[in-house]
């Protein structure tokens, strides 16, 4: 089946640091990647679409200068948390979709800010 | 009134337990609907995917999808030990963006 690498699964920095969130789609072409953030025991709520070669789409409330995404190719893109903050802590998950299949999902980062 | 609504749990059920999973919904535009399950600390796995009503059946899974109720269900049967995770419905009116359920904690005991 579809494969989506996520990487790094653990993040633990300091305040003010920028962290990078890379996600990959490993056996197929993502026209289109998400990017979610996710709470202990809640749901996903989705933060931003993103399109190969284009500015990703923000939902309500997202600070699209805070978190930073890229998609320069169709099987990798990018999300920087600026200046990360301890509010910043949360599961994130990306997910990859290719033509009108379903979402697959990475196994998402952790970020702890301290 | 949230668009997808899915009992949070948590549940419990011994082995070998038929297992039944349900969310409704309120978008009348939905026809795509999906069953992700979702393990401690990993992202979601694709369980099932069907388009429009009807039932779709995988090894131990079934999905059904009863739109003129706006109600889909996920059967497990024989629940084994493995399946403990959290199981979220997810649908859209189009196939790529997806509306979660809040997710269903399900633990099955040994």
């Known amino acids: 089946g579809a494969v989506v690498s996520q990487h790094p699964s653990r993040v633990i920095c300091k305040s003010g640091t920028s962290v990078k969130i890379e996600c990959r789609s490993l056996?197929?072409?993502?026209?289109?990647m998400f990017w979610y953030r996710q709470f202990p025991k809640q749901s996903l709520m989705l933060m931003a679409t993103?399109?190969?070669?284009?500015?990703?789409?923000?939902e309500q409330g997202v600070e699209k200068d805070k978190f930073l995404i890229n998609h320069a190719s169709l099987t990798l893109s990018t999300l920087t948390v600026t200046s990360a903050h301890p509010e910043d802590s949360s599961f994130y998950i990306c997910?990859?979709?290719?033509?009108?299949?379903?979402?697959?999902f990475g196994d998402g980062t952790r970020l702890s800010i301290l | 009134q949230k668009e997808v609504e899915q009992d949070p749990g948590p549940l419990s059920v011994p082995e070998g337990a038929i297992v039944s999973l349900n969310c409704t919904y309120s978008?009348?535009?939905?026809?795509?609907f999906m069953w992700y399950r979702q393990y401690s600390r990993k992202g979601p796995e694709l369980l099932m995917y069907?388009?429009?009503?009807g039932n779709k059946e995988d090894g131990r899974f079934t999905a059904q999808v009863d739109k003129s109720s706006k109600y889909i269900s996920l059967f497990i049967r024989d629940s084994q030990p493995s399946d403990s995770a959290t199981y979220l419905c997810?649908?859209?009116?189009?196939?790529?963006?997806?509306?979660f359920g809040s997710g269903t904690q399900l633990t099955v005991l040994p």
């Open positions: 978008n009348s535009a939905f026809q795509y």
């Open positions: 993103s399109n190969e070669g284009s500015k990703a789409t923000y």
């Open positions: 997810a649908m859209s009116a189009r196939p790529r963006q997806l509306t």
């Open positions: 997910s990859a979709v290719n033509s009108n299949q379903p979402q697959h």
């Open positions: 056996d197929f072409q993502a026209t289109t």
């Open positions: 069907t388009y429009s009503s």
